[in-house]
């Protein structure tokens, strides 16, 4: 047990540049006491001790700010930065090296009793402040989601989701690859300017652009062979780049 709890305070101390010692995480970390509680209830659950479960339970989301229910299955090295207003539902699996910043819910959309109704992240999934992962779905190892984003499928190993609902921006490296491990990104982050919605949109501007320049040069063919053709006053000039850089 001992040194399982070491184990999560090295993690923490490797993934929070603001922690300086392991006495500051073990005394000062909410995520972490979140964590060690989560460890009892979960036993107290599984030999079907229910209320006591439920009981320590609400008292450490008292304490914490962070509603672990008793039946959800943690991973190792699990880090829950900042901690407030995290909520991890009942049949929630969140695998090894994940990070969950604050805010954070892991939440179902069925009333179903007794079935699978939570999400499952798989190892090292990195989400957002404030993002919702809401259904019975797998996020796949090494997967990001942006901060407020909303969850609401399947998200592949190695990709970045963002937006409400989420879209996959990126594919990257995964944990399992042969290259280097990934780098951490922090929140969910990403630098990629692969956003499929982002590029759909610069397509439609730039047939648009196409477009308003095949009209000029029939309105010029037009009028050279005399005849007159009429023009909007209301149109306004088409900008493409300053439209560009809206979607950027």
Not at 139 to 153: F, T
């Amino acid at each position: 047990m001992f040194n399982r709890l070491r184990d999560e305070i090295q993690y923490i101390l490797r993934r929070d540049p603001a922690a300086r010692t392991g006495w500051e995480v073990l005394t000062c970390y909410q995520g972490l006491h979140a964590i060690v509680i989560h460890r009892l209830t979960h036993f107290l659950w599984i030999h079907r001790v229910y209320w006591l479960a439920h009981f320590i339970s609400y008292f450490a989301r008292c304490v914490t700010g962070i509603e672990i229910h008793p039946a959800a299955i943690i991973g190792r090295r699990v880090f829950i930065d900042h901690g407030g207003g995290v909520v991890i539902g009942e049949t929630a699996e969140v695998g090894d090296e994940c990070v969950l910043y604050q805010g954070v819910t892991l939440g179902g959309t069925s009333l179903v009793r007794g079935k699978k109704r939570h999400p499952t992240l798989e190892q090292g999934v990195i989400v957002g402040a404030g993002a919702k992962v809401l259904g019975s779905f797998t996020v796949g190892a090494g997967a990001k989601i942006g901060s407020n984003s909303v969850v609401l499928k399947a998200v592949p190993a190695g990709a970045t989701a963002v937006g409400n609902p989420a879209h996959v921006l990126i594919k990257s490296v995964g944990p399992d690859s042969d290259s280097s491990a990934p780098i951490f990104s922090s929140y969910g982050l990403t630098n990629s300017p692969n956003d499929p919605i982002a590029k759909a949109l610069r397509l439609l501007i730039e047939q648009v652009a196409c477009q308003e320049q095949q009209i000029s040069s029939l309105q010029a063919s037009l009028k050279q062979a005399g005849i007159e053709c009429e023009i909007s006053k209301d149109t306004g000039k088409f900008n493409p780049d300053q439209l560009n850089k809206l979607v950027e």
